[in-house]
C-alpha cells in the first residue's frame, strides 16, 4: 500500500476509537431521550471521519493502488458499524455492502462498490436521512448501482457499439494497428460483449467477465497515451450520443481512466511521448475574483520525477507552452501582498500541493482554454 495507508490508520485510531469509546453508553437500549443532541453531534463527526477516509480512498484508486483503496474502505466501515446501533438500518446497509462488495470478483468493483455505499452511508446519516427513516416501517429501497445509472444492458450495449464505430473510424485511436490488425465481424461481436462483461462487473451490474487481464490483452501493442485519450474521446462522445446521466457519464470515464497504466505501453525514463505539444491557458479565479498575482504547476502523472510546468499567474490569466499531452496535477500558489498594495488574497494551503489540490487536467495537443474557479 502507498505511503497514505499510514495516514489512514492514524486516523481510525484517534478518531473513530475516540468516537467509539465517548459513544459507549450513548449506544445502551435505555439511553435517556435527551441524548439525542449528542447523536447528532456524533454522527457528524462521523461523517466527517468517513469523507476524510473516502477523500483518501479515492487518492490511492486514482493512483492505482485498487486494492489499498478496497482495504481502506473496508477497515473503516467495519470500524464505524458498531457505533451506529442506534442506527439499525445504517448498520444493516453496511453489512449488506460489504458483503456484495466482498462477492464482486474484481478489486476494482469492490472499491468502487464500497466508494458507493460510503457516499450513500453519508447521506443517510445527514439529518432527515435514515434516522428519520428508522421510525418508518417499510424498508428503504437500495441506491441504484451505477450500472443502473447508466441505464442497464440494453443501454451500455447501445454506448458500446457506438464508441467502436467511434474508435474504428478515428485515425487518432489507430483502431487496426497500422493495418497490421483486421477485425472480422466476429472479432467485432466478442470485443463488444468483452467491453459489456467488463463495464457490469465494475460497475455492479450481473454480468461477469471471464477473460484475460488489459495488461495480458493489450500485451505488444505498443499503445500510447495519445491514443487512449483518443479513446477515451470517443467513448465520451458514445455517452453524450446516448443522453447518459452526466454524473454517471463521468463515473464510468474515472473507471475507464483508470485502465490507462494496463494498456498504455511504459515509456522509457526520460523519453518524450510522440507527436505535438499542447498549450494551456485560462483564468484562475479564487470566490469569484481573478487571483491578483501567483504561480501555477502542471505535474505529470504516474511519474513523480518528472519536471513541474511552471507559470506565473497575473490578474488571474496564466500561459503554459510545451507540455506533453496526458493527465496532469496542478498546484496554485498566491504570491504574498506587494508593496504597492495590491490586495492578493489568501488560497486554501491545499492548493499548493498538487497531491491534494483536487484539480486534474488532461491536456491535449494544440491550444486549449482550461479556467480554474478555486473553492474556499
Same mark, same amino acid.
Given at each position: ?10 486516523? =481510525? ?25 449528542? @447523536? ?14 473516502? %477523500?483518501?480512498?479515492?487518492? =490511492?484508486? %486514482? %493512483? ?6 478496497? @482495504? ?11 457505533? =451506529? ?7 444493516? @446497509? ?28 453519508? *447521506?443517510?446519516? +445527514?439529518?432527515?436521512?435514515?434516522? /428519520? ?8 429501497? #437500495? ?62 451490474? #450481473? ?18 497515451? /495519445? +491514443? ?9 462522445? /458514445?455517452?453524450?450520443? %446516448?443522453?447518459? +446521466?452526466?454524473?454517471? /457519464? ?5 473507471l475507464v481512466e483508470g485502465t490507462r497504466k494496463e494498456i498504455v505501453k511504459p515509456r522509457k525514463p526520460g523519453a518524450k511521448k510522440a507527436g505535438g505539444t499542447g498549450r494551456v491557458s485560462g483564468t484562475v479565479t479564487f470566490k469569484g475574483l481573478p ?14 520525477? *518528472? ?29 504574498? #501582498? ?9 488560497? #486554501?494551503? @491545499? ?16 491550444? +486549449? ?8
Open positions: 500500500m502507498h505511503t497514505s495507508g499510514r495516514w489512514w490508520q492514524v486516523v =481510525l485510531a484517534a478518531g473513530l476509537l475516540t468516537l467509539g469509546a465517548a459513544g459507549t453508553a450513548v449506544a445502551a437500549k435505555d439511553e435517556p431521550a435527551d441524548r439525542g443532541g449528542q @447523536r447528532a453531534s456524533r454522527d457528524g463527526e462521523i461523517r466527517d471521519v468517513l469523507k476524510e477516509i473516502h %477523500n483518501r480512498g479515492a487518492d =490511492l484508486y %486514482n %493512483n492505482g493502488d485498487v486494492a489499498g483503496c478496497y @482495504r481502506m474502505f473496508q477497515g473503516a466501515l467495519l470500524m464505524v458499524r458498531p457505533m =451506529l446501533r442506534h442506527h439499525p438500518k445504517v448498520q444493516k @446497509r453496511i453489512d449488506d455492502g460489504l458483503s456484495k462488495a466482498d462477492a464482486n470478483p474484481s478489486m476494482r468493483g469492490r472499491a468502487f462498490a464500497l466508494h458507493e455505499l460510503i457516499e450513500n452511508i453519508r *447521506a443517510d446519516m +445527514q439529518p432527515g436521512g435514515a434516522r /428519520a427513516a428508522a421510525d418508518k416501517t417499510e424498508d428503504k429501497k #437500495p441506491a441504484a448501482t451505477l450500472w443502473d445509472r447508466l441505464g442497464g444492458e440494453a443501454a451500455v450495449a447501445k454506448v458500446i457499439d457506438d464508441a467502436v464505430a467511434l474508435m474504428a473510424n478515428d485515425p487518432k485511436v489507430d483502431f487496426t494497428r497500422g493495418g497490421k490488425y483486421k477485425p472480422k465481424d466476429q472479432d467485432v461481436l466478442r470485443l463488444k460483449k468483452a467491453l459489456l462483461d467488463l463495464i457490469s462487473q465494475a460497475t455492479g451490474g #450481473p454480468r461477469k467477465y471471464e477473460g484475460k487481464s488489459m495488461k495480458e490483452l493489450h500485451q505488444g501493442m505498443g499503445i500510447t497515451d /495519445a +491514443q487512449f485519450d483518443a479513446s477515451v474521446a470517443d467513448v465520451k462522445r /458514445a455517452l453524450e450520443k %446516448n443522453k447518459v +446521466q452526466p454524473q454517471a /457519464a463521468q463515473e464510468l470515464l474515472r487571483l491578483a498575482a501567483g504561480e501555477i504547476r502542471y505535474v505529470p502523472q504516474g511519474d513523480p520525477k *518528472a519536471k513541474a510546468h511552471r507559470g506565473p499567474i497575473k490578474d488571474g490569466a496564466y500561459d503554459l507552452k510545451d507540455l506533453q499531452p496526458g493527465s496532469y496535477r496542478v498546484a496554485i500558489e498566491a504570491s504574498p #501582498p506587494k508593496k504597492d498594495g495590491v490586495k492578493v488574497p489568501s488560497i #486554501p494551503a @491545499r492548493y499548493a500541493d498538487p497531491e491534494k489540490s483536487g484539480l486534474v487536467f488532461e491536456v491535449k495537443e494544440g491550444n +486549449q482554454t482550461l479556467d480554474i474557479q478555486l473553492q474556499p
